[in-house]
């Protein structure tokens, strides 16, 4: 498999995000469906984006870990944050999770008028083995 991540010139570059990311021969690739900050027992793990977040990004770590994958296989993320909630604390939840070392995702970021009850984020993505 090879996978380039690539920032073209003449777009903005930055060391948070690549502008897309190509896949070039087959591989597995893994479709996580949106994942919000609930723990193993289906309960919100607390009332702050920073919170979810943090949980969000451990659900997205088990599902990858039990398909042989870890953070570093996502190639998209795609974040939703309820309007009126700054994302400040899960760009900082981000920031704790991924190594700096891998090239970064591409990102989309929607700001939404809601998701279900207590949520306040939903991270969705897609990783290629």
């Keep these: 498999m090879s996978t380039r991540h690539i920032n073209p010139e003449g777009l903005h570059r930055s060391p948070a995000f690549s502008q897309a990311v190509v896949v070039e021969q087959p591989a597995k690739t893994i479709y996580i469906g949106g994942q919000n900050g ?8 607390g009332p702050t984006v920073g919170e979810q977040a943090r949980q969000a990004f451990r659900n997205l770590a088990t599902i990858l870990e039990s398909e042989g994958a870890s953070l570093a296989n996502i190639v998209h993320w795609s974040i ?17 999770v991924w190594n700096p070392a ?4 591409a990102i ?9 009850p207590g949520f306040l984020v939903e991270i969705d993505a897609i990783a290629v083995v």
């Design 102 to 105: 891998d090239p970064p995702p």
């Design 80 to 96: 939703a944050v309820v309007d009126g909630h700054t994302f400040d604390e899960g760009v900082a939840a981000f920031q704790q």
């Design 38 to 45: 609930v723990d193993a027992d289906g309960k919100v793990v």
């Design 108 to 116: 989309t970021v929607h700001v939404v008028a809601g998701l279900g």
